[in-house]
């Protein structure tokens, strides 16, 4: 995101069921940041988006970015 303002609820499709855990947050107060973010993680949900069968709603920080990986 490079705008100063979060992006709430905005959805990116995922490869299958499950929860994500949120492994990078830039905007972490770890960091300097302001710690918007999406709690640790986000379970995905059975709608398509972007060619997948599932997706998560995520919370995407100003001027920040989030990685997720799938809990095993």
Known sequence: NFTPVPHEHYRIGVP???????ILNSDSEMFGGSNVGNLGACKA???EV????????????????????IKQ
């Open 16 to 22: 299958r069921a499950g929860v994500y855990e949120e």
């Open 50 to 69: 972007h060619g997948r069968p599932y997706s998560l709603s995520i919370t995407i920080p100003p001027l920040g970015c989030v990685f997720f990986k």
């Open 45 to 47: 949900e059975a709608i």
